[in-house]
């Protein structure tokens, strides 16, 4: 595999506030369409980073209440594939011990949530999560 | 910030079609449970959510629309969706929504099928 080279980058910094999300998928949206993305491939990043920052808002418990997200797109003479880091420093957690949710046990169930891994990996190419007690970083990608 | 979702409905006993216009999120996901728990007091047991205003979607958004499928199926209705883009289809199914609740392309292909 060719090294790719940095094309453009941007850093957010955005507090876990409701919405807040909607700001991260219009950087993304900008950089998917900087790449010339098909509008479903946009869409489908869109709805991966509002499903990150949800999930760090939601669960990560960090002290500074705040999330960074940093968007690379990568290429050598054309952008081949957006990079998107999310990261928060909270509490963190363990990754492996997850469990896919079944949509027959969650009509059953009262909690009906933790959808949002299985989202974003349904919808982005590559995703990989470090967590420990420092905090969460996904990094997930999709190719143009 | 807030993109507020507008909730309309059109009574067609015993079906209705609500429809969506901004973003799904928590608040939208309530609105639209509120609006079908109303029809479904005032004996509507198919309703049709008609999802052409709405680009985005977020799973605790969805989580509601669970809740609203499970309701349908305790009264022996049904939820069906139309109009959803390619994103939003493809959510639903990674998710099994499909198993659960029909997806039509439109609404008159969905009206075809759920008046029958």
Known sequence: MVDSTVMREVTLTLPMLPDMEIAASKTATALAEFMDMSSDKIDEVRMAVV???????????????????????????????????????????????????????????????????????????????????????????KLR | MTEMLKVTVDRRPPLAVIYTEGYINNQGGEEI???????????????????????????????????????????????????????IEKTFHIMGLAQYAKIFADEEIALGDLTV
């Open chain 1, 51 to 141: 499903e990150a920052c949800i999930n760090s808002f939601e669960h990560s418990k960090a002290d500074d209440c705040k999330v960074e997200i940093h968007f690379v797109v990568l290429g050598n003479d054309d952008p081949e594939r957006l990079q998107i880091t999310i990261k928060d420093s909270g509490v963190g957690f363990a990754p492996e011990t997850l469990v896919r949710p079944n949509i027959e046990e969650k009509l059953k169930a009262a909690n009906k949530r933790g959808w949002g891994l299985t989202i974003i990996k349904g919808l982005m190419d590559e995703v990989d999560i470090q967590s420990g007690p420092n905090g969460t970083t996904v990094v997930m990608s």
């Open chain 2, 33 to 87: 449970a509120r609006v079908a728990y109303d029809l479904i007091d005032s004996d509507h047991k198919t309703l049709l959510l008609n999802l052409k205003g709405t680009k985005i979607v977020n799973s605790i958004g969805i989580s509601i629309l669970i809740e609203i499928i499970e309701k349908m199926l305790e009264i022996d209705g049904q939820l069906a969706f139309c109009n959803l883009t390619p994103t």
